[in-house]
């Protein structure tokens, strides 16, 4: 597994590059914290403290607590535009 300088897992192939490209799967700097993978639904422990693996299917490969997509989630986000249904 290759592993970038900010700690990030880079993609293995093509295939899973272009899943990270489409889902916008970035390696934060080691300045910021918060919304990340390894606080995200989707994430699933594997590898080590710091490796795990995503879950969503447009995702779908390994991942490192110091990264983040466009499809994070977690239970309990608000979003205003959806009616809370009864």
Same mark, same amino acid.
């Given at each position: 597994?290759?592993?970038?300088?900010?700690?990030?897992? #880079?993609? =293995?192939? =093509?295939?899973? &590059?272009?899943?990270?490209?489409?889902?916008? *799967? #970035?390696? &934060?700097?080691? $300045?910021?914290? +918060?919304? %990340?993978?390894?606080?995200?639904?989707?994430?699933?422990?594997?590898?080590?403290?710091? #490796?795990?693996?995503?879950?969503?299917? $447009?995702?779908?490969? $390994?991942?490192?607590? %110091?990264?983040?997509?466009? &499809?994070? $989630?977690?239970? +309990?986000? #608000?979003?205003?535009? *959806? =009616?809370? =249904?009864?």
């Amino acid at each position: 597994m290759n592993i970038d300088r900010n700690s990030g897992v #880079i993609p =293995k192939d =093509k295939e899973t &590059l272009i899943r990270a490209k489409n889902a916008d *799967l #970035i390696t &934060l700097p080691p $300045d910021i914290s +918060g919304t %990340r993978c390894n606080n995200c639904m989707y994430f699933r422990p594997a590898h080590s403290k710091t #490796i795990g693996w995503c879950e969503h299917n $447009d995702v779908k490969q $390994d991942v490192s607590n %110091r990264q983040c997509c466009a &499809l994070w $989630d977690s239970s +309990g986000v #608000i979003r205003p535009w *959806l =009616k809370k =249904k009864s």
